[in-house]
């Protein structure tokens, strides 16, 4: 059993995704989104004494839970930290250009969810907070508070693919103004669904509002592009980048990204670009693998897309 299994989280790809960094035993691996363990127990299976493991993110019950199970590992070092500083971190260790394998499991995880006063669930009632990192930033509830409604429609629509989104981003701007804005998950679920004339079959009409509001807490997509920028020189000649995504921006921005140093011209407006480079670049390794869409044992697993990448030598 790994430690995500114990934990209650079950790694999505889990063999998949240590299968693509074709980890070496004495090789140094970065896993940039600790979550529970799961794929860090599963690389550290394959280290030997001389093998290297950082542990990394940014919220900090996943970070102490690192430093519970894995802190007294000599080949281990937890960093409490976003993927934008990731590379000062690295820089600063002068470990530039020296990592063998980085794996990014991006999206809220299964523990988030499941606590419902992290505010990320639309099906537990909670506070509405959405922070991956509760210790910076506004709640989600004091940026909808602030945010201007036209802003409001385009992460909505951009970020949520929320095809009503002028209503939902109406409903929210007159709560706000007649100072009924509920601060809780439940509360916004019902205006969510309230302002939505047409239902998606088997999804929760507030499930596009949850996401898009949480990309833009977080300030999700401007971090991917971060890494997917910097990750290259990170890695050394031969080193591999594998991303699991869940949703078609993220899976979008990662595709453009592992096809090198070309132009982006198809996403819609306001996704970052990732920016065209001079080498280092990353060249894809076989097909994409895609989550079972039918798994009704792990929801998190039906959108699921793996992609694997290396550094052009």
Same mark, same amino acid.
């Given at each position: 059993m790994?430690?995500?299994?114990?934990s209650?989280h079950?790694s999505?790809? %889990?063999?998949?995704?240590?299968?693509?960094?074709?980890?070496r035993?004495?090789g140094?691996?970065?896993?940039?989104t600790y979550?529970?363990g799961g794929?860090a127990?599963a690389?550290?299976?394959?280290?030997?004494?001389s093998?290297r493991?950082?542990?990394?993110d940014?919220?900090?019950e996943a970070v102490a839970?690192?430093?519970?199970?894995?802190?007294?590992d000599?080949?281990?070092?937890?960093v409490?930290a976003?993927?934008?500083?990731?590379?000062a971190? %690295?820089?600063?260790a002068?470990?530039?250009?020296?990592?063998?394998g980085?794996?990014?499991?991006? +999206?809220?995880?299964?523990?988030?969810?499941?606590e419902?006063?992290?505010?990320?669930?639309?099906?537990?009632?909670?506070p509405?907070d959405?922070?991956?990192?509760?210790?910076?930033?506004?709640?989600?509830?004091?940026?909808?508070?602030?945010?201007?409604?036209?802003e409001?429609?385009?992460?909505?629509?951009?970020?949520g693919e929320?095809?009503?989104?002028?209503?939902?981003?109406?409903?929210i701007?007159?709560?706000?103004?007649?100072?009924?804005?509920?601060?809780?998950t439940?509360g916004?679920a019902?205006?969510?669904?309230?302002?939505?004339?047409?239902r998606?079959?088997?999804?929760?009409?507030?499930?596009?509002?949850?996401?898009?509001?949480?990309?833009?807490?977080?300030g999700?997509?401007?971090?991917?592009e971060?890494i997917?920028h910097?990750?290259?020189?990170?890695?050394?000649?031969g080193?591999?980048l594998a991303?699991i995504s869940?949703?078609?921006?993220?899976?979008?921005m990662?595709?453009?990204a592992?096809?090198?140093?070309?132009?982006?011209?198809?996403?819609?407006? +306001?996704i970052?670009?990732?920016?065209?480079?001079?080498?280092?670049a990353?060249?894809?390794?076989?097909?994409p693998?895609?989550?079972?869409?039918?798994?009704?044992?792990?929801?998190?697993?039906?959108?699921?897309?793996?992609?694997?990448?290396?550094?052009?030598?």
């Amino acid at each position: 059993m790994t430690v995500g299994q114990a934990s209650g989280h079950e790694s999505v790809f %889990l063999n998949e995704a240590v299968e693509g960094l074709n980890v070496r035993p004495d090789g140094f691996y970065i896993d940039g989104t600790y979550g529970r363990g799961g794929h860090a127990a599963a690389i550290l299976g394959r280290l030997d004494e001389s093998g290297r493991l950082w542990l990394v993110d940014q919220d900090p019950e996943a970070v102490a839970h690192a430093q519970a199970h894995f802190g007294d590992d000599p080949r281990c070092r937890v960093v409490a930290a976003s993927f934008r500083s990731l590379g000062a971190v %690295l820089a600063e260790a002068g470990c530039e250009g020296c990592v063998d394998g980085l794996l990014l499991d991006l +999206g809220v995880s299964s523990p988030q969810l499941d606590e419902a006063d992290r505010g990320f669930s639309f099906m537990r009632d909670g506070p509405l907070d959405m922070r991956m990192d509760t210790t910076h930033g506004l709640t989600a509830h004091l940026w909808l508070q602030q945010v201007d409604e036209q802003e409001l429609v385009r992460v909505l629509r951009v970020y949520g693919e929320e095809r009503f989104a002028r209503r939902v981003a109406g409903a929210i701007r007159k709560a706000r103004d007649e100072d009924r804005l509920s601060e809780t998950t439940l509360g916004l679920a019902e205006l969510v669904a309230a302002a939505i004339p047409r239902r998606e079959r088997h999804k929760h009409p507030a499930t596009r509002t949850f996401q898009a509001i949480r990309i833009a807490v977080n300030g999700e997509l401007d971090a991917l592009e971060t890494i997917l920028h910097e990750a290259p020189s990170w890695l050394r000649a031969g080193g591999r980048l594998a991303v699991i995504s869940f949703h078609s921006l993220e899976d979008r921005m990662v595709k453009r990204a592992m096809r090198g140093p070309r132009p982006v011209t198809d996403l819609p407006p +306001g996704i970052p670009v990732v920016q065209a480079s001079t080498e280092p670049a990353l060249r894809p390794l076989g097909k994409p693998m895609f989550g079972d869409r039918h798994d009704r044992n792990n929801p998190r697993a039906r959108s699921a897309v793996l992609r694997v990448a290396e550094r052009a030598a």
